[in-house]
Each structure stands twice: as C-alpha cells, then as structure tokens.
T-cell receptor
Framework: DAGVTQSPTHLIKTRGQQVTLRCSPKSGHDTVSWYQQALGQGPQFIFQ???????QRGNFPDRFSGHQFPNYSSELNVNALLLGDSALYLC????????????FGPGTRLTVT | QQQVKQSPQSLIVQKGGISIINCAYENTAFDYFPWYQQFPGKGPALLIAIRPDVSEKKEGRFTISFNKSAKQFSLHIMDSQPGDSATYFC????????????FGSGTQLTVLP
C-alpha cells in the first residue's frame, strides 16, 4: 500500500521565480492538504483540495495556488518567490467520511536564494 | 482561538524513563487531537489521536491523557528509548474547517542511552 509521495525532494529557486510541487495521496484517499513548515516550527495549513476544488484555505497569499487532478494527485504552485518562502512543504492525504486522520508525505525542501 | 500551545520546547530523558509533553488549546470547537512524530528530514508521522469523549487512550508505549474542562491534553511515552528521539507535535482540528490541522510548536525529545 503506497503512502503519500511528493516530488521533488529538494528544490533551489531564486527570488521572483515560480515553483510547482507535486503530491500523490495515499491509496484510497481522495483529499489532499498542503502545509508549510518553517525551520523549527510546526506545519501551517495552506489549503485543501477535494473533488478538484479548493475546499478550505489558510492564511496564505494568492501567490500560493493549487490544483487537484481526477486521479486525486495535487500540485502546489508558488509565484513570485520570496526568501521567506523557504520551508519544508508537506502534503497530507485523507479520506472524506473515512475518519479524521491525515497522513503526511516526506515533504519537499524549498530553498529560495 | 486557533492556537495550540505546546510545552516544553525541548526534553531530555534517560532511557527507560517517562517522557511527558503537554498541549493546551483555546477553541472549544476542536474535537480531534492527534500527535505526530517527526524525524529530521522526514514528514510528520501520525502516532496516536484522541476524541474528547474519552479521557485517555493508550497504544503500546504511547498514551494520550485528555482533560476537556482544562482544555489540555498530553502525550506520555513510557519506557522511552533512544529511537524515540525526535520532534513531537500536538495538533487539533474541528468540523467545518475541512479538518485542517492546527499544530503546536513542537517538542524536541532526546532520550539518552
């Protein structure tokens, strides 16, 4: 049973650039949530996708956008990168109606220089 | 009201000892309280979770104690082992918010051999 997978593992970008991160949910799951984890802090909720639509959004600017595909995989896009966007980006999957558990992937480490 | 406060920030325990991490919340709408374990460079792994209709839940060496009136919950790790050395995060979620997780700031646990 495949767990949550994310790609790439690491990424280095320059200020002002755009980045796309990818996530495949755990087998059988239909919902994907994205979190940002700054160094030494707890993860912060960015948004959640279900049925290919953004279902809920945290306190993040519009530079952060996403997409969910019919196979439930998801992308996180960040435009106009800032130094402060450097963080570990985590994807978590869950199943609507299947309980409250969210399972996290290994994350993508984004460094903005 | 969305905050979850976690303490201590760091904890050092001898092998075989009991590790105790505490969390407090303000939002009484929270109704699901998971604990996650995170190793360096990895995503958070779900350890154990509790709903407010019970005061304690035990899974192996891990126990959650929940005090609804005090709006506090804690993680107890019995017979702590060096392999338990990691960062532990408490979290909370509620219905009507897509079950987004609000995390504590984390506790770095070191178990000495």
């Amino acid at each position: 049973d495949a767990g949550v997978t994310q790609s790439p593992t690491h990424l280095i970008k320059t200020r002002g650039q755009q980045v796309t991160l990818r996530c495949s949910p755990k087998s059988g799951h239909d919902t994907v949530s994205w979190y940002q984890q700054a160094l030494g802090q707890g993860p912060q909720f960015i948004f959640q996708y279900y049925e290919e639509e953004e279902r809920q959004r945290g306190n993040f600017p519009d530079r952060f956008s996403g997409h969910q595909f019919p196979n439930y995989s998801s992308e996180l896009n960040v435009n106009a990168l800032l130094l402060g966007d450097s963080a570990l980006y985590l994807c978590a999957s869950s199943l609507v109606g299947g309980g409250y558990e969210q399972y996290f992937g290994p994350g993508t480490r984004l460094t903005v220089t | 009201q969305q905050q979850v406060k976690q303490s201590p920030q760091s904890l050092i325990v001898q092998k075989g000892g009991i590790s105790i991490i505490n969390c407090a919340y303000e939002n009484t709408a929270f109704d699901y309280f998971p604990w996650y374990q995170q190793f360096p460079g990895k995503g958070p792994a779900l350890l154990i979770a509790i709903r407010p209709d019970v005061s304690e839940k035990k899974e192996g060496r891990f126990t959650i104690s929940f005090n609804k009136s005090a709006k506090q919950f804690s993680l107890h790790i019995m017979d702590s082992q060096p392999g338990d050395s990691a960062t532990y995060f408490c979290a909370a979620s509620r219905s009507g918010s897509a079950r987004q997780l609000t995390f504590g700031s984390g506790t770095q646990l070191t178990v000495l051999p």
